[in-house]
Nanobody
Framework: QVQLVESGGGLVQAGGSLRLSCAAS????????MAWFRQAPGKEREFVAR????????YYADSVKGRFTISRDNAKNTVYLQMNSLKPEDTAVYYC?????????????????WGQGTQVTVSS
């Protein structure tokens, strides 16, 4: 089992920045690629970004490319999502997730463990 706890969400104006954190505990953190997903009200949960177990490879949804950066600190068992130039359409609950495989998965059913989510609200 892997337990994931997100933090860092909040209310920010358009154009602002936030950094989300996801702390992992349980099984060996470096066994897992990590990802961020988000879900807006009335919408499906969508992929945002993914990082390999070593941190050497990253992958982003087109909607956030160039604005968001995913990173991880394996010594701290933590993955981050730096979000810059935020837009109202970025408003959602953001979830971190863990995947035991090395294939870049962008759909939620491939992920084994999920956090409880953190709310991000961007005002216009």
């Amino acid at each position: 089992q892997v337990q994931l706890v997100e933090s860092g969400g909040g209310l920010v104006q358009a154009g602002g920045s936030l950094r989300l954190s996801c702390a992992a505990s349980g099984r060996t953190f470096t066994n897992y690629a990590m990802a961020w997903f988000r879900q807006a009200p009335g919408k499906e949960r969508e992929f945002v970004a993914r990082i390999s177990w070593s941190g050497s490879s990253t992958y982003y949804a087109d909607s956030v490319k160039g604005r968001f950066t995913i990173s991880r600190d394996n010594a701290k068992n933590t993955v981050y999502l730096q979000m810059n130039s935020l837009k109202p359409e970025d408003t959602a609950v953001y979830y971190c997730a863990a995947d035991r495989t090395v294939v870049v998965h962008t759909t939620r059913h491939y992920y084994d463990y999920w956090g409880q989510g953190t709310q991000v609200t961007v005002s216009s």
